[in-house]
């Protein structure tokens, strides 16, 4: 079995801000989602995290990974099966049985909470329409409560009932770090200066989500955040332009309980997930409510 480059491994660390161990789990996590070794599972890892992968992957290695990413498409749900009955027989109907934490709703209604980086929100858009789902937009949300002046809890409420899966998009859109008089010596370097966070109504209604449709909510995080230990052993999709990314996004989708439609090739391409410096991001006014 070809070993994890711990060279490479060491680079993961750096650039993400994980222990060895989060980043374990996340390269077991792509040889479960793309069948790779765990070498080249590091590989692809290290790659969605921007890592310079050029001095650890041979060409081989690469098209290796990309022939996964692309071949590994989300298996079909079948939801029944009939047997056509025999003559003066009575009708019987096979039911497949599902595994419990699949949701048993399949739709294409995808609501996704976001901060103020609409240049990631309009990216995560892109992405879903190209596998043929619909995006929901907060005023769609709005006029489904029925209310001339909803409370913004009831409008998730609606959205978070409408949709067959929701995706929470984590993005560095705040700095912050914790008090110098409550740090302790344990305490890891974010917590000592200034890092990213994502907005504290996505981290709220992250939390919204998980209560209401744990088994449909998907954790997507775009360019470098803090963590957060309310979600800790959670998988976390860190989204990036390679395909094996996109690949496990889709998938996620698929399990979440969203009828993807990967048969075409756009979904590989669209929608930027590059992530960019804050002053390179959209400076647009927020299209989701005021507190956003």
């Known amino acids: 079995m070809a070993r994890i480059n711990q060279q490479l491994f060491s680079r993961i660390q750096t650039v993400t801000g994980l222990g060895s161990r989060r980043v374990y789990e996340l390269i077991e996590a792509k040889v479960r ?10 590989i ?65 209604t995808v609501f996704v909470v976001h901060g103020r980086n609409l240049a990631a929100r309009d990216a995560v858009f892109a992405f879903l329409r190209s596998l043929g789902l619909r995006p929901l937009e907060w005023t769609q ?32 859109d705040d700095e912050a770090r914790l008090k110098t008089a409550f740090v302790t010596s344990r305490d890891p370097q974010h917590e000592r200066q200034l890092t990213g966070q ?34 800790g052993g959670r ?7 390679n395909p094996a990314s996109r690949q496990e996004f889709a998938t996620k989708l698929a399990n979440a309980g969203c009828n993807v439609d990967t048969s075409g090739a756009d979904w590989l391409s669209a929608g ?19 507190a956003g």
Not at 235 to 241: E, G, Q
């Open 272 to 290: 930027d997930f590059q992530p960019r410096h804050p002053t390179t991001a959209s400076t647009r006014t927020p299209r989701k409510r005021n």
């Open 235 to 241: 998988h976390v999709l860190y989204l990036s332009n």
């Open 141 to 172: 949300a709005l006029k489904l409560t029925g209310k001339g002046s909803p409370y913004v809890g009831e409008v998730l409420d609606t959205a978070f009932h409408e949709a067959a899966a929701i995706i929470v998009l984590l993005t560095p």
């Open 33 to 42: 989602s793309a069948h790779l070794p765990r070498n080249l599972a590091a």
């Open 44 to 108: 692809a890892v290290a790659a969605e995290h921007s890592v310079n992968i050029s001095k650890f992957a041979s060409e081989e290695d690469l098209s290796s990974i990309r022939q996964s990413a692309v071949s590994a498409a989300p298996a079909p749900v079948i939801l029944q099966s009939s047997t056509t009955p025999s003559r003066g027989a009575s009708r019987r109907v096979a039911r497949v049985k599902r595994p419990a934490s699949v949701q048993p709703r399949r739709g294409t």
């Open 198 to 231: 994502a907005r504290p109504n996505v981290l709220f209604e992250a939390g919204m989500a998980f209560g209401k449709n744990p088994n449909s909510t998907i954790l997507v995080q775009l360019g470098d955040t803090r963590p957060f230990s309310d979600v």
